[in-house]
């Protein structure tokens, strides 16, 4: 009997674990579901302006004026870090490049971004990015997500 009890004991235990990971598992996938649905937000419209594969160069302005916007609250940081990651992982060199500049301007310019970067778990990203042989990058890209790294 006391084996029994044992066992149940531990099904109790792995059950209890199993239901908080799949409920970890199940708000994740349904924030990816709730971004497909409504679409781009002005946190994504702003990072997609400031990352577009067409600028020649970084839009130093346009940056500062995003940073402005975190610090006087007009845009949500996290929204903002969120979008800046989605461009970092688009497989344009320009644009990662980019989105690498916007991220390091936040970070150094904006306290609230710069919790957000650790919260919304960036720097995993970029250093699976850097570790990962089969995605092709620019030397500017790799010496960029290096020093972000080591900042």
Known sequence: MEKVSAFGERLKIRGAEVGRKMSAGMSSMSLKVKELLQGPNQEDKLVEDATTKTLDEPDWAMNLDICDMINHEKVSSVELIRGIKKRILIKNARVQYLALLLLETCAKNCEKAFSEVAAERVLDEIV??????????????????????HL
């Not at 995605?135 to 960029?144: H, L, M, T």
């Open 128 to 149: 699976k990015l850097i570790d990962d042989p089969q995605i092709e990058r620019s030397q500017s890209v790799a010496n960029k997500m290096n020093s972000i790294i």
